[in-house]
């Protein structure tokens, strides 16, 4: 059995400020071994399980976070950008099931350090007419593939948000929100106890596996923090824009809905 586990830093325990998921600074550094920490405890108990095999694709950012030196060496890491999956790239290598670690509530939600894949850039994004974080947008890529999420951590927003998409998963709280950047949450050590149990258990019975999936053509609706984010993004012939912040188009599959999000991602950096 090969599981793939997408791990993101601002669901970890014990981080709550940007200042933790940017590079450049000694808090990032104490964060980024936390975020290793959970994955390591994903890995375990992916294999007490009954995993044969596990990759874990580093899903932050500069996709550069995770040690790994310091990353169980039974597992496969994936580190580094760009590549055509983003944050669940290890799909294409023909995976059961998929874990994601650390995720975050999407933006516009009350959650800790909330937002979708980039939070200069993007306001709010919808798939199918339906409002869409990274655990969605990530999840309906994984689905495409034939690969369901049964396995994820972070706070109780993403929890309460998440739990309708992947019904069948395993969830482990590892903090309450109070604010965007606020709240309460529980030593690192007793999260990784707690997302070592639940990937343990999430594997044990793949009969109640749930994969998720978008119907394709799927029309992709995203607003933009700026006007001139939209004038930028819509600079692309394919791309409608609807009013001064908002754009859309229609993507043939989720897999090319998630390369054209990103490739807008990318092309904000212009405005910055």
């Not at 959970?38 to 550069?64: I, K, L, P, Q, Y």
């Not at 001064?244 to 990103?262: C, H, I, K, S």
Request: hydrophobic share 45%.
């Amino acid at each position: 059995m090969r599981i793939l586990i997408s791990t993101d830093i601002e669901g970890v325990a014990g981080v709550f400020h940007a200042e933790q998921t940017r590079a450049g600074n000694g808090e990032y550094e104490l964060a980024r071994r936390w975020m290793t920490r959970e994955a390591n405890a994903a890995v375990e108990g992916a294999f007490a399980g009954g995993a044969t095999e596990v990759m874990v694709n580093d899903s932050h950012g500069s996709f550069r976070n995770l040690l790994p030196d310091e990353l169980d060496p039974r597992a496969r890491l994936v580190m580094g950008k760009p590549r055509y999956l983003s944050m669940a790239a290890g799909v294409e290598a023909g995976c059961d099931a998929m874990f994601m670690i650390g995720f975050h509530g999407k933006a516009q939600s009350a959650g800790i350090l909330a937002h979708t894949i980039n939070s200069f850039a993007f306001a709010r994004v919808w798939l199918g007419g339906v409002e869409a974080g990274e655990a969605m947008i990530y999840g309906a890529l994984a689905g495409e593939r034939g690969v369901p999420v049964v396995m994820a951590s972070g706070d109780d927003v993403f929890v309460e948000e998440t739990q309708p998409i992947f019904p069948s998963a395993h969830f482990v709280q590892t903090k309450s929100a109070w604010g965007q950047g606020s709240g309460m949450t529980l030593n690192p050590a007793q999260s990784c106890d707690l997302i070592r149990e639940a990937a343990k258990v999430s594997l044990a019975d793949s009969r109640k596996w749930h994969t998720f999936k978008v119907e394709t053509p799927v029309e992709v609706r995203l607003q933009t923090q700026t006007t001139a984010l939209a004038d930028l993004f819509c600079q692309w012939p394919t791309l409608e824009r609807v009013d001064g912040v908002t754009l859309q188009f229609e993507a043939p599959t989720v897999e090319a809905a998630v390369r054209m999000l990103n490739c807008l991602s990318a092309m904000s950096s212009m405005l910055r």
